[in-house]
């Protein structure tokens, strides 16, 4: 079998994008490609990476194939233009999991543990972001930045230390923070879909991956903002 030309595989990887989007975000079939990836930006983190590469691969389609009751290629694409509109293909089709370089030794916490116990929980284990269950159903993330946040406001109140410390339960403290703040997700999360969590909610702390995506499994793996730089390095470096 003869080897595919630059053309052939510049084509290849570009219909293969183009229909993953339009299939997997219901946009319509006669939208031009262009449009296309401005509808995707806001949908998928990886479009919105390469936005500018994807609208100039339009330009480049048009420019290399001819159109009539048969697409003739009238010119070839250089083979580094080639192998990065195939990176992105794979990276759209076949995207790398959260789940491969998230943090797996998921410590967690009893809804009545008190916030002394959490805080000395994140100091020697140096995790900012601790899972809270109840019943063995998550009902938060106790997170070092809230914590510090609730104790200052606690002391400038009037209320003492040892109080906050002993008799306040992380369960207390967690009911004054709203679920915006982290994610229960399958660990069938890529690490565009994760990026694209954080880029759409500011405010999100963490990701927490289970077998299915249920609050009352067993947490498998941890995502956090800082995660972000990390995943991005493995989007640049997919191959």
């Known amino acids: 079998m003869a080897e ?6 510049f084509i290849d ?3 293969s994008i183009d229909y993953t989007l339009r299939a997997r975000y219901g946009l319509n079939r006669s939208m031009g490609f262009s449009d296309l990836i401005r509808k995707s930006v806001s949908l998928n983190y990886v479009v919105r990476k390469y936005e500018d590469d994807l609208i100039d691969y339009g330009r480049l389609r048009n420019a290399i194939v001819h159109y009539g009751t048969k697409d003739f ?7 580094q233009v080639v192998e990065h509109i195939e990176k992105i293909d794979r990276l759209i089709n076949t995207p790398p999991k959260c789940i491969d370089i998230c943090r797996r030794d998921i410590l967690t916490v009893e809804a009545e543990a008190s916030m002394g116990k959490v805080i000395k929980l994140m100091a020697s284990s140096k995790y900012s972001n601790i899972p809270v269950y109840k019943d063995k159903n998550l009902i938060g993330i106790a997170n070092g930045q809230k914590i510090l946040d609730a104790f200052g406001s606690y002391l400038i109140s009037g209320g003492k230390s040892k109080t906050f410390l002993d008799n306040i339960q992380i369960e207390d403290m967690l009911s004054k923070i709203q679920s915006i703040y982290y994610l229960v997700s399958s660990i069938e999360l890529t690490m565009e879909e994760g990026l694209n969590e954080f880029h759409k909610n500011p405010k999100l702390l963490a990701i927490l991956l289970t077998k299915t995506g249920a609050s009352n499994e067993k947490p498998l793996g941890i995502i956090t903002g800082i995660d972000a ?7 640049d470096s997919y191959n």
């Open 229 to 235: 730089i990390e995943m991005n390095k493995v989007l």
């Open 13 to 15: 990887a570009f219909n």
């Open 73 to 79: 290629v009238i010119a070839e694409p250089h083979l």
């Open 4 to 9: 595919k030309t630059n053309a052939e595989r």
